[in-house]
C-alpha cells in the first residue's frame, strides 16, 4: 500500500490551493478515505472523509464550507480543495486510508502518505 500526497505549499490567507493523493497497492474504489492534518505542536485532526463511492463527504467543522474532498477511482486519486484558508489550516496534510469505525478518530487509520506541508501565511 503506498499514499503520494502533493500539491501543498505556501499561500496567503484567503487563497486556495488543491491537494492530491496518489494511491496505489490494494483496491483504492473499495475504501472510504480521509484527509486529516498536524499542526505543528499539536496532534493528528481529522479534516474530511469521503465514501467509496463519492456519494457521502463529511468535513470537520473547522473546514466546513471551504474545503471540498472527492475523488476518482479510475485514477486511484483523492483530492482536497481548500479554499478561503486561513493561517490556522497551516499543517502537514495526510491522506489516509480508513478501516473502521468513526472518521474522526484517527486511531482508525491503518494506512498513512508521507503529508504535503501546507503553509498560509501574509
Known amino acids: 500500500v503506498q499514499l503520494v500526497e502533493s500539491g501543498g505549499g505556501m499561500v496567503q490567507p484567503g487563497g486556495s490551493l488543491r491537494l492530491s493523493c496518489a494511491a496505489s497497492?490494494?483496491?483504492?474504489?473499495?475504501?472510504?478515505m480521509s484527509w486529516v492534518r498536524q499542526a505543528p505542536g499539536k496532534g493528528p485532526e481529522w479534516v474530511s472523509a469521503i465514501n467509496t463511492g463519492g456519494g457521502s463527504t463529511y468535513y470537520a467543522d473547522s473546514v466546513k464550507g471551504r474545503f471540498t474532498i472527492s475523488r476518482d477511482n479510475a485514477k486511484n486519486t483523492l483530492y482536497l480543495q481548500m479554499n478561503s484558508l486561513k493561517p490556522e489550516d497551516t499543517a502537514l496534510y495526510y491522506c489516509?486510508?480508513?478501516?473502521?469505525?468513526?472518521?474522526?478518530?484517527?486511531?482508525?487509520?491503518?494506512?498513512w502518505g508521507q503529508g504535503t506541508q501546507v503553509t498560509v501565511s501574509s
Open positions: 497497492g490494494f483496491t483504492f474504489s473499495s475504501y472510504d
Open positions: 489516509a486510508r480508513w478501516a473502521s469505525g468513526s472518521y474522526y478518530n484517527t486511531d482508525v487509520y491503518d494506512y
